[in-house]
């Protein structure tokens, strides 16, 4: 295998999200947000906690969704998706499709309990959180999402992110649920793709996206779809999917390339040691690599 | 319960930005290269669309001979082509041959443009100059009329390029349909230089296209012994079925086109022909696949080798003494001189020695009263002689002399000769100019596009943006691979793309600075602020709304969107 | 059908026959009883809803919401730490205006941990914007639960039935089970006209500017003030169905009392028996039954007691710091009415101490005579605090 990722040419077709919302020049949620209602239509529910998407979706009584969202508390994303569920379910319109959208820090943190809760019960929803890694709307603080070696407001420059960025997908795989994957805005043909699979699937769907983030990460708005891409190429960010808990597929095998072109055009990762990037690429590494065992890929 | 009740568009985002998207198409590096200015990166996307139509309605706006040009141009473009750094160049002339193909097959007509005027002008030569320009000229309303001194029309193309180049049928059928447009071609003509007086009463212009027909001489001493003959004599005596008689042994002398068409033609003829150039491949102008094929074909070239003298070894056989050469400065011509090493002299024997060191152009009566200059008759930048209402153009004036050259040639004064009619100034005609290689749009003469939509720019490999590429080996075009079958007869040699491969080939086109609604834009646009216009067919921006962000411009494969200060 | 049950069996019951779609609820002593009577019912298919076995109180309280918000009627119930934990999502069920029915059993809060009878709980949740009424016996939480549907779905505005933790939730008393029919008569389905619909797309609850948001708590605090009236007016047309009473306020004996002895809840019970008793003696007592706290009643108290000049709450609960939470708001009530009246606060039965006849008989002693047993700390008398 080789080569990177092919690409062909599709038109988007749905106008779900309309112009004038508030999100940052360059939002890699918003653009995670388009991907999603082209892959579900207009048939979907949105529970959305507070979160940079909360935000900027519109002032009342304005919104820029044209589908039924429901803007919630921080920790509910899970559990008031599961209940419009129900309530749906009892009324005669289980074909509806119900969407979690929340950010990392209602999925990693705050909302963890009520999303193990939901996945463990294996209740009918799909959730998508857009990872932009931090608590951005706030004002660029860390969450468990971010990477190792990263400058936030919470962990300046002098004492950068020590932790590894949590494995949501593999914990969210460990609940058995039917379907789990990354996806990236680098790639939207995969994540629309993903999309549309779990939409024939019942049971807890777990997609996790990666957003980039010009504000927050310090990076020029227009690369915002350059640094998803060297994401995945770099293998900083692999897409995958896991099946039942257990079947795990790689999505694409791209050539191998070093983190350096990934964190050199961010500047959250300027202050990072020459060290801490040895390490970073390190982790990158054996975490591809566990990957790949997982996936029965020998080489 | 406190819930929404309209959408946020009232909410002009598009005061947030300092910067704005521009579309503005570019010059593609191929379209830069071309002295046909065709618009390759245009028919290239119909042909990715399998609208083959499409795709020949676009080079022939430019260019009359796509089964022509795609058989013997020495296809510039490829040179260019950014996907060179990438994996490997597009096969553009396979391309334009299966385009031109494809006419041909379908008997696809010509649009003539909105009549301009009934003038009538005339046209002296049926070359590759003189044809584009009445073609042109027939497309723009006039009526046209095409003298050609010699049976059959063409000019080079029809006696200067063998047939396992160019087949006669594909040149005959390409002509044909310049009679069906209406343009008059009349053959064994010959014109004096009162045409050019008298014939300004009955035309309303006159175009030379004399071509340069005459084979240079070497000035070497025994050039005019029996047995040294002329690479255009050979080729003409050739193409009228009158070969002369070669003997096994052939030395030719010319790193040219000429040269090497004499080279496989002789042999196909059963001779074993030798070439002797005096500069190394690299400085050959021979078009280098030509090259590449009479060497896989047999022929032996001796590099850095110049002739000295030719004598008579015995009756039928020829003596050439030769001198070796290595390559000293640049010279004024770009390519390293080549300088006789002393000593290193040496002998061949031939039977027959063909010189086809170059063309210059004849002493014809016609063009008695023009002036000259090194590289032929001397016309101004728009092809005007000294007399107004005559033209110029083609080998007769210039010094690149190629098939894509005439062409073009024969285009701009075409346009030049609109504009005299008309009575506008020729400056006007500068807008329409394109690229480096002083080609002119004529698409873009009868359909002026608006000024934001144009740019001079021409798109380099660093400019695109190659995610969305794959690495692929360019297409191989089908040859006669069988070497015996190939040189046991003239046919045709090169086979050209078949569907499949055509649209394969097509596929790898990167488009630089041509917007080929790819639709990245819109794709991956977070404010939905960039879309395809269903009715224009083109891409719009929604200024009301489009905050700056520049992805769109990053993101275009193409180059095709910049980020502007706009105030 | 009259049936022997206990409080926690006769919610269950209410719930099923208010045909409750969606039930999302997590278990905390003493209120488990309904969770599990529900998962039967829902089980045994008696009840026709969704049953979500949420892993908190707060994730409870957030898919009540979800439901709620796609136009289904939901149920859920919880207890001193889970309503708690809630606390951020009862501001939002109230400020979203779901009709949200909720039971609370009245439990202490701690540390220390102690799972009996005090109203802290809910009275500590009074600003959240939810209705709050307060049950008098199982009869009581069976029909209230009834009424608070209708007045949740008319007001757009969510309630909470609270209930004593042990003396109504485990203690077994004789319920009359109205019919399914009756019910469905009294209580027709919920049907709104905004919900989340996607023939009908709309956002809820997005970010709003403060003049928009000052409206908005405006209507909604006027139409909680409103709810009493209301609540007042369904409590009635259910009394000419069922002829059982559940006004916003319960007077006994007040007509001609100089003292008014004041309470929520199961206590009310013992002060009736206690002013039986001080009457028998001679002693113009009555006894007031605040049903509904939130809205708080107007009292009227020129009309039910003409002649009080002692009004005595009996609170079991504290705002600590401050004094008990009644006796605020009654003295808030109270206040520029032009009556001559001394309200007396006392604490008592704070974390499931009993509360007897006798204890409020000394209450009612030491409120004349100005001194007694009961510590004093501001404005607050502790009654029976250990040395």
């Known amino acids: 295998m080789g080569g990177g990722f092919a690409m062909t040419q599709q038109m988007m077709e749905s106008n779900l999200l309309t112009p004038g919302h508030l999100a940052c020049a360059g939002c890699g949620a918003a653009l995670a947000m388009r ?62 499709t119900v969407l979690a959208w929340a950010g990392d820090g209602g999925t990693f943190d705050i909302g963890f309990q009520a999303l193990s809760s939901v996945a463990e019960r294996n209740d009918d929803i799909i959730y998508v959180c857009y990872d932009n890694e931090g608590y951005m709307n706030t004002g660029i603080q860390r969450s468990s999402a971010t990477p190792q070696g990263t400058w936030t407001t919470t962990t300046p420059s002098l004492a950068l992110k020590s932790q590894p960025k949590k494995n949501i997908v593999e914990i969210l795989g460990a609940h058995n649920i039917p379907f789990a994957a990354t996806a990236t805005i680098g790639y939207p043909q995969d994540f629309i793709s993903k999309l549309k699979k779990a939409k024939t699937i019942r049971g807890t769907r777990f997609i996790h996206v990666f957003a980039s983030c010009p504000t927050g990460w310090r990076h020029d708005p227009q690369l915002s779809i350059e640094v998803a891409r060297l994401a995945v190429t770099s293998r900083a960010f692999p897409l995958y999917e896991i099946i039942e808990g257990e079947t795990w597929v790689l999505s694409s095998m791209p050539d191998k390339t070093t983190v350096d072109k990934y964190l050199d055009i961010q500047g959250r990762f300027k202050t990072m040691s020459l060290k801490s990037r040895g390490e970073f690429q390190r982790q990158v590494d054996r975490q591809w690599a566990k990957l790949k065992k997982k996936c029965g890929i020998n080489s | 319960m406190p819930c929404t009740i309209n959408n946020m568009a009232w909410n002009r985002t598009g005061s947030w930005r300092f910067l704005t998207p521009i579309l503005q198409d570019k010059i593609s590096p191929c379209r830069d290269a071309c002295p046909a200015g065709i618009d390759i990166s245009g028919f290239i996307s119909e042909v990715g669309c399998k609208d083959y139509e ?23 473009c490829e040179g260019a082509c950014n996907r060179k750094e990438f994996d490997d160049p597009l096969v553009i002339h396979a391309l334009e041959r299966f385009v031109g193909d494809h006419g041909l097959a379908h008997e696809l007509k010509v649009q003539i443009a909105k009549a301009h005027g009934s003038e009538t002008i005339a046209v002296v030569g049926s070359g590759p100059a003189g044809l584009s320009c009445a073609y042109h000229l027939r497309r723009l309303g006039y009526t046209v009329e095409v003298f050609e001194r010699s049976p059959l029309p063409g000019g080079m193309l029809g006696w200067g390029i063998p047939d396992y180049r160019l087949p006669p049928t594909v040149l005959g059928m390409e002509i044909e349909r310049l009679r069906d447009m209406g343009i008059k071609i009349e053959t064994n003509v010959s014109l004096d230089s009162h045409f050019l007086t008298d014939g300004l009463r009955e035309f309303r212009a006159i175009f030379l296209a004399l071509g340069a027909q005459k084979d240079l001489h070497l000035g070497i001493p025994g050039e005019d012994l029996k047995g040294v003959l002329s690479g255009l004599d050979f080729l003409r005596g050739v193409k009228g079925g009158n070969p002369p008689a070669l003997g096994k042994r052939v030395i030719l002398v010319g790193g040219g086109n000429t040269a090497i068409d004499v080279a496989r033609t002789a042999l196909r003829l059963g001779s074993a022909p030798t070439l002797i150039y005096r500069r190394t491949r690299t400085e050959m102008p021979a078009v280098p696949s030509e090259i590449e094929e009479a060497l896989k074909e047999g022929v032996r070239i001796e590099f850095l080798t110049s002739p000295v003298v030719i004598t008579r070894l015995t009756g039928q056989q020829l003596q050439l003494e030769c001198v070796r050469n290595r390559l000293g400065e640049l010279g004024p011509d770009g390519r390293r001189t080549p300088l006789p090493m002393g000593g290193s002299n040496f002998l061949i024997v031939a039977d027959t020695i063909v010189v086809a060191i170059g063309e210059g152009i004849d002493s014809d009566p016609l063009i008695q009263s023009l002036k000259e200059t090194e590289a032929g008759i001397k016309v101004d930048e728009w092809g005007g002689t000294q007399i107004p209402g005559v033209f110029a153009g083609g080998d007769l004036t210039a010094e690149s002399r190629t098939v894509p050259h005439a062409i073009g040639s024969g285009k701009k004064v075409a346009i030049a000769i609109d504009a005299f009619v008309r009575g506008l100034d020729r400056n006007q005609a500068q807008s329409v100019s394109l690229g480096s290689q002083g080609s002119f749009s004529m698409s873009s003469w009868i359909n002026p596009p608006s000024e934001t939509h144009r740019s001079d720019q021409v798109v380099t490999y660093e400019d695109l943006n190659t995610s969305y590429f794959e690495h692929r080996p360019r297409e191989k075009v089908p040859q006669l691979s069988e070497m015996g079958r190939r040189i046991g007869s003239f046919g045709e040699v090169n086979l050209g793309f078949g569907e499949k491969a055509a649209i394969e080939e097509a596929e790898r086109c990167f488009h630089c600075g041509t917007c080929n609604l790819c639709q990245k834009c819109a794709l991956f646009c977070p404010d939905a602020s ?21 992805i769109c411009a990053y993101e275009c494969p193409g180059h095709v969107i910049i980020m502007e200060n706009i105030p | 059908m009259k049936k022997l049950m206990m409080g926690t069996e006769a919610a269950a019951i209410a719930a099923k026959l208010a045909r409750v779609q969606v039930i999302a609820a997590y278990p905390i002593t003493p209120q488990t009883t309904i969770v599990e009577e529900l998962a039967n019912m829902v089980s045994a298919e008696e009840l026709e809803a969704r049953f979500l076995t949420v892993e908190s109180e707060h994730s409870a309280m957030a ?19 889970g309503l708690a934990f809630m606390h951020e999502m009862l501001h939002y069920a109230a400020g979203g205006r779901y009709p949200i029915v909720m039971v609370n059993a009245n439990r202490a809060l701690g540390p220390p941990w102690n799972v009996y009878c005090d109203h802290t709980d809910s009275l500590a949740q009074r600003d959240t914007g939810w209705l709050q009424y307060y049950c008098a016996d199982a009869q009581d939480v069976l029909d209230s639960i009834l009424i608070g549907y209708r007045v949740a779905e008319q007001a757009l505005l969510p309630v909470m039935i609270n209930m004593d933790a042990f003396y109504l939730t485990h203690t077994t008393e004789i319920v009359d089970i109205p019919e399914q029919k009756d019910v469905d008569e009294f209580l027709p389905p919920y049907r709104p006209d905004c919900k989340l619909d996607v023939d009908n797309p709309v956002t809820f609850g997005n970010v709003c500017g403060s003049d928009l948001y000052m409206s908005i708590k405006f209507q909604r605090h006027r139409d909680t003030f409103l709810a009493s009236s209301l609540w007042a007016k369904m409590a009635e047309d259910f009394h000419s169905r069922f002829q059982r009473a559940h006004p916003p306020v319960e007077m006994y004996r007040t007509n001609d009392a100089e003292i008014v002895i004041t309470s929520i809840g199961t206590c009310a019970g013992v002060v009736r028996v206690a002013v039986d008793r001080l009457r028998d003696n001679g002693l113009p007592v009555g006894g007031l039954r605040l049903s509904l706290v939130r809205p708080f009643p107007e009292l009227g108290i020129a009309g039910i007691a003409p002649r009080v000049r002692h009004v005595i709450v009996i609170d079991r609960d504290v705002s600590s710091g401050a004094e008990g939470i009644i006796a605020q708001e009654m003295k808030a009530n109270l206040w520029g009415k032009g009556r001559d009246i001394l309200v007396h606060g006392f604490i008592a039965g704070i974390g499931g101490r009993d509360i007897t006849p006798d204890m409020v008989i000394e209450i009612v002693s030491q409120s004349t005579r100005g001194q007694g047993k009961a510590v004093s700390v501001g404005n607050s008398q502790w009654v029976e605090v250990l040395p």
């Open chain 1, 35 to 96: 991907y999603a209602l082209e892959a579900l239509g207009p048939d979907t529910i949105i529970a959305m906690p507070a979160g940079c998407w909360s935000s900027f979706i519109g002032i009342y009584p304005y919104t820029c969704l044209s589908v039924p969202t429901i803007s919630v508390a921080f920790a509910t994303a899970a559990a008031t998706a599961s209940g419009i569920k129900a309530g749906l379910d009892i009324q005669g319109k289980g074909e509806t």
């Open chain 2, 54 to 76: 499409r795709a020949w309605q676009i080079i022939v706006e430019e260019n009359p001979f796509p089964s022509v040009c795609g058989r013997v141009c020495g296809h510039p």
């Open chain 2, 530 to 550: 960039i879309y395809l216009n269903i009715k224009t067919k083109a891409i719009e921006v929604d200024l009301e709304h489009c905050k700056g962000c520049g």
């Open chain 3, 63 to 81: 898919s009540c919401i979800g439901a709620s918000a796609t136009g289904a009627r939901v149920f859920t119930a919880t207890s001193s730490h």
